[in-house]
């Protein structure tokens, strides 16, 4: 018995080492899983899950495609407000281009645009970024109309969070 | 810290001088304690941080985020799919990728309409242009989608293939280990 209990404790060092060493080595193993769970591009991926985010995002953007693909001839001022408000970027640079023909030919239309946007999905959101696919109806109606056109728009948008606030960068009509 | 426990007195008697204590002899005392220390720390760390992760419902939810939009976007495809040639092929198709209602009027189509579809000479093959889940709510879904329909007249083989754009929005629902679509319908323009 004695013997043992020398042998064992002159084994002790050892054990405890080998203790330490093996729960060292199970949390390291514990730690690069619960990174890889977390770092695969579908949890980096905040869409629908995170869903205060989500709806946030939808919002802004929805409200910022509305006001502006929304445009009367005789008061085009907020229109061009909004622009300046809520796009960045490429979509501003576009969105410019358009604008300035869109002037020259709705005063003599006497052109007006109504947008309103049926649904907006956010396909990818992080903190700052987001992807969004949004079905916009817009109608326009000009002087020789009798009745307004209507026009189903499917557009892929991206956006950037600038100051707390999202902004629209990119605008493709799909 | 129970290995540092019984380590103590152990030291104490081996230590030759009263006076300096354990330095000569065994390693410093702040070693002692701080190698079993450190171990159970990242042993406790590392073992909450992957319980965490492996339990989040958030990383759960996004991964079925994911496994929805591919399983409703192919779907989509297959139901905006149709081969004039192979009408019953075409039709299996459709039942295979839905259920509810939407399965029960599919698999109501009797020989006439089959031979209707097949009449009308048309290949219409459906691309989903882009698509995103709108919402999830456990076993249900909503996934809206920009299809590009391409249909091929061949009962006039010298005309171009006519392209249309539409928007769908598709319920999915989820039957044993499967997304299966449950509605699909386009999204009108609606101004109000």
Known sequence: ?174 | MTVDQTEEPTSTTEAPEETTPSEPSSPPRWRRFVLPAAAAAVFAAGIFWWWSAATDEQLSQAELRDEVLIAATGHIETMNTLDYREVDEGLDAWKDVTTGTLHDQLAQVDEDERQLLADQKKISTGKVVDSAVFSLDGDTATVVASVEVTVRDDADPDAEPTLKRNRFSADVVKVGDEWLLENLQQVAVSLS
């Open chain 1, 1 to 174: 018995m004695t013997s043992v209990r020398t042998r064992l404790s002159a084994l002790r060092p050892y054990l405890v080492s080998a203790l330490l060493v093996a729960l060292t080595v199970v949390g390291l193993v514990g730690a690069w899983r619960g990174y890889e769970l977390r770092s695969t591009p579908a949890a980096q991926n905040l869409a629908v899950v995170d869903t205060t985010a989500t709806a946030e995002v939808q919002s802004e953007v929805s409200q910022a495609l509305t006001r502006v693909l929304s445009y009367s001839y005789d008061d085009p001022e907020p229109t061009e407000q909004a622009a300046d408000e809520v796009l960045s970027g490429q979509a501003r640079e576009e969105y410019d281009t358009l604008f300035a023909s869109l002037q020259e030919r709705a005063p003599g239309q006497q052109l007006v645009l109504t947008a309103q946007v049926q649904t907006a999905a956010v396909k990818e959101l992080t903190a700052d970024t987001a992807r969004l696919l949004v079905f916009l109806d817009q109608s326009s109606q000009r002087a020789d109309d009798d009745e307004a056109s209507v026009s189903a728009a499917q557009l892929a948008v991206e956006a950037e969070r600038v100051d707390g606030a999202w902004k629209v960068t990119g605008l493709t009509p799909l």
